[in-house]
């Protein structure tokens, strides 16, 4: 059974208390859950040209200094290495703009951020029950 396995999420936000707040509701859901950490779209795509391993799923801020999540989503999913990727963006937006904008760069989902830790919790549950299926 699934349960018992957890997933490889990254985490592209320039807020630090997002970052952690996300990275403490994957940890909560499964002690299996791996957590890499970017402060920007820059140092994300970096991790990844770095890293041996690709994360199971990415989620991205749209509202970010220098590289916004547009740029960031752009880039992934014109990449062969990435584009298989799904990418989930995490934001506070609620624009209709913005979330046609993004599925038309390929974002798998888009969720306005949440402001409790019961619907981060939520969204770690879900990805990674629907990521393991």
Request: hydrophobic share 40%; charged share 20%; aromatic share 6%.
């Amino acid at each position: 059974m699934t349960l018992h396995r957890g997933i490889t999420v990254l985490i592209v936000d320039d807020d630090e208390d997002d970052r952690f707040f996300m990275e403490q509701a994957f940890k909560a859901d499964s002690p299996y859950n791996q957590v890499h950490l970017a402060p920007s779209g820059q140092r994300a795509l970096d991790l990844l040209s770095s890293d041996q391993s690709l994360p199971d799923v990415i989620l991205l801020d749209l509202n970010m200094p220098g590289m916004n999540g547009f740029e960031v989503l752009e880039q992934l999913k014109q990449s062969t290495s990435y584009q298989s990727i799904p990418v989930v963006i995490l934001t506070t937006s609620e624009n209709a703009t913005d979330q046609q904008q993004a599925r038309q760069l390929g974002a798998t989902e888009f969720i306005t951020k949440p402001t409790t830790s019961g619907g981060l919790s939520a969204i770690a549950e879900r990805l990674r029950l629907g990521l393991l299926e």
